[in-house]
Protein backbone atom coordinates (compact mmCIF):
# COMPACT_ATOMS: atom_id res chain seq x y z
CA UNK A 1 0.00 0.00 0.00
CA UNK A 2 1.33 3.24 -0.93
CA UNK A 3 0.78 6.33 1.83
CA UNK A 4 2.06 9.56 0.75
CA UNK A 5 4.01 11.60 3.82
CA UNK A 6 3.06 14.88 4.32
CA UNK A 7 4.86 17.65 6.11
CA UNK A 8 3.25 16.74 9.51
CA UNK A 9 4.33 12.66 9.39
CA UNK A 10 8.07 13.93 8.04
CA UNK A 11 8.12 16.52 11.16
CA UNK A 12 7.27 13.28 13.25
CA UNK A 13 9.55 11.36 11.96
CA UNK A 14 11.96 14.24 12.11
CA UNK A 15 11.50 14.24 16.02
CA UNK A 16 11.40 10.95 17.04
CA UNK A 17 15.03 10.74 15.39
CA UNK A 18 16.09 13.24 18.16
CA UNK A 19 14.20 11.84 20.69
CA UNK A 20 11.79 8.69 20.95
CA UNK A 21 11.06 9.16 24.52
CA UNK A 22 8.63 11.69 23.61
CA UNK A 23 5.20 11.13 25.05
CA UNK A 24 2.42 12.00 22.67
CA UNK A 25 1.30 15.20 24.35
CA UNK A 26 4.93 16.44 23.90
CA UNK A 27 5.22 15.02 20.22
CA UNK A 28 1.60 17.03 19.95
CA UNK A 29 3.61 19.88 21.10
CA UNK A 30 6.46 20.05 18.68
CA UNK A 31 4.49 19.14 15.81
CA UNK A 32 1.94 21.26 16.68
CA UNK A 33 -1.05 18.71 16.53
CA UNK A 34 -3.57 17.76 19.47
CA UNK A 35 -2.66 14.19 20.92
CA UNK A 36 -4.93 11.76 19.20
CA UNK A 37 -4.14 12.78 15.51
CA UNK A 38 -0.44 12.54 16.71
CA UNK A 39 -0.90 8.76 18.17
CA UNK A 40 -2.86 8.06 15.35
CA UNK A 41 -0.17 8.82 12.78
CA UNK A 42 2.40 7.41 14.93
CA UNK A 43 0.53 4.15 14.94
CA UNK A 44 0.06 4.59 10.87
CA UNK A 45 4.22 5.10 10.47
CA UNK A 46 4.91 2.45 12.49
CA UNK A 47 2.48 -0.38 10.98
CA UNK A 48 3.46 0.35 7.43
CA UNK A 49 7.40 0.05 8.07
CA UNK A 50 8.48 3.80 8.53
CA UNK A 51 9.49 3.65 11.66
CA UNK A 52 11.06 0.50 12.23
CA UNK A 53 12.08 -0.20 15.96
CA UNK A 54 12.93 2.45 19.17
CA UNK A 55 16.35 1.58 20.28
CA UNK A 56 18.37 3.58 23.08
CA UNK A 57 22.09 4.47 21.54
CA UNK A 58 24.46 3.16 24.05
CA UNK A 59 28.33 4.03 24.34
CA UNK A 60 30.23 1.53 23.23
CA UNK A 61 33.57 2.84 25.07
CA UNK A 62 32.23 2.80 28.19
CA UNK A 63 30.59 -0.76 27.54
CA UNK A 64 34.36 -1.99 26.73
CA UNK A 65 33.18 -2.57 23.00
CA UNK A 66 34.81 0.35 21.66
CA UNK A 67 37.29 -1.17 19.69
CA UNK A 68 35.95 -0.69 16.36
CA UNK A 69 36.49 -2.42 13.04
CA UNK A 70 35.27 -2.73 9.44
CA UNK A 71 36.30 -6.06 8.24
CA UNK A 72 35.72 -7.05 4.32
CA UNK A 73 34.98 -10.86 3.65
CA UNK A 74 35.91 -12.09 0.57
CA UNK A 75 33.99 -16.18 0.19
CA UNK A 76 36.36 -19.25 -1.55
CA UNK A 77 32.88 -19.47 -3.90
CA UNK A 78 29.72 -17.69 -4.00
CA UNK A 79 26.21 -19.29 -4.80
CA UNK A 80 22.72 -18.88 -3.13
CA UNK A 81 23.49 -21.59 -0.64
CA UNK A 82 26.78 -20.75 0.39
CA UNK A 83 25.81 -17.02 0.87
CA UNK A 84 22.47 -18.03 3.00
CA UNK A 85 24.74 -19.85 5.44
CA UNK A 86 27.40 -17.19 5.88
CA UNK A 87 24.52 -14.76 6.45
CA UNK A 88 22.88 -16.64 8.43
CA UNK A 89 25.88 -17.61 10.53
CA UNK A 90 26.71 -14.17 10.52
CA UNK A 91 23.24 -12.63 12.03
CA UNK A 92 24.04 -15.12 15.56
CA UNK A 93 27.60 -13.20 15.36
CA UNK A 94 26.93 -10.47 18.80
CA UNK A 95 30.21 -8.89 17.66
CA UNK A 96 28.66 -8.18 14.23
CA UNK A 97 26.45 -5.07 14.50
CA UNK A 98 25.89 -4.62 10.82
CA UNK A 99 26.84 -6.85 7.81
CA UNK A 100 26.14 -5.81 3.91
CA UNK A 101 26.65 -7.82 0.30
CA UNK A 102 28.29 -5.43 -1.15
CA UNK A 103 29.94 -5.45 -4.78
CA UNK A 104 33.92 -4.94 -5.70
CA UNK A 105 36.64 -7.10 -4.84
CA UNK A 106 34.86 -8.52 -1.37
CA UNK A 107 31.25 -10.15 -0.87
CA UNK A 108 30.36 -8.82 2.60
CA UNK A 109 31.28 -5.52 4.73
CA UNK A 110 31.25 -6.05 8.33
CA UNK A 111 31.26 -3.98 11.39
CA UNK A 112 32.68 -5.24 14.61
CA UNK A 113 32.81 -3.78 18.13
CA UNK A 114 35.29 -5.47 19.93
CA UNK A 115 37.04 -4.76 23.22
CA UNK A 116 40.86 -4.50 21.79
CA UNK A 117 43.12 -6.01 19.50
CA UNK A 118 43.37 -9.37 21.16
CA UNK A 119 39.28 -9.74 21.29
CA UNK A 120 39.50 -9.03 17.59
CA UNK A 121 42.42 -11.69 17.09
CA UNK A 122 39.95 -14.16 19.05
CA UNK A 123 36.76 -12.89 16.89
CA UNK A 124 38.69 -13.47 13.74
CA UNK A 125 40.32 -16.88 14.96
CA UNK A 126 37.45 -18.60 16.67
CA UNK A 127 34.28 -17.05 14.64
CA UNK A 128 34.98 -15.81 10.98
CA UNK A 129 37.96 -18.30 10.75
CA UNK A 130 35.37 -20.92 11.45
CA UNK A 131 33.34 -20.58 9.21
CA UNK A 132 34.40 -22.87 5.99
CA UNK A 133 33.12 -20.87 2.93
CA UNK A 134 35.31 -17.72 4.18
CA UNK A 135 38.19 -16.99 1.82
CA UNK A 136 39.99 -14.11 2.47
CA UNK A 137 39.31 -10.92 5.05
CA UNK A 138 40.49 -7.38 5.00
CA UNK A 139 40.55 -5.39 8.59
CA UNK A 140 40.75 -1.61 8.70
CA UNK A 141 40.68 -0.08 12.57
CA UNK A 142 39.01 2.60 13.08
CA UNK A 143 41.28 5.42 14.89
CA UNK A 144 38.71 7.80 15.20
CA UNK A 145 35.34 8.34 14.36
CA UNK A 146 34.13 11.81 12.78
CA UNK A 147 30.84 11.51 12.09
CA UNK A 148 28.38 9.13 13.14
CA UNK A 149 24.66 9.92 13.04
CA UNK A 150 21.60 7.51 13.54
CA UNK A 151 18.70 9.32 11.88
CA UNK A 152 18.44 10.00 8.02
CA UNK A 153 18.19 13.22 6.47
CA UNK A 154 14.21 13.42 5.80
Not at 119 to 137: K, P, R, W
Request: charged fraction near 25%; charge should be negative; glycine fraction near 4%.
Amino acid sequence: MDYELDKTDLLILRTLQQNARLTIKEMATEVHLSSTPVFERMKRLERLGYVKKYIAVLDAAKLNKGFLVFCNVKLRRMNTSIASDFTERIRQVPQVTECYNISGNFDYLLKIHAADMHDYQDFLLNTLGAIESVGSIESTFVMEEIKHEYGLNI
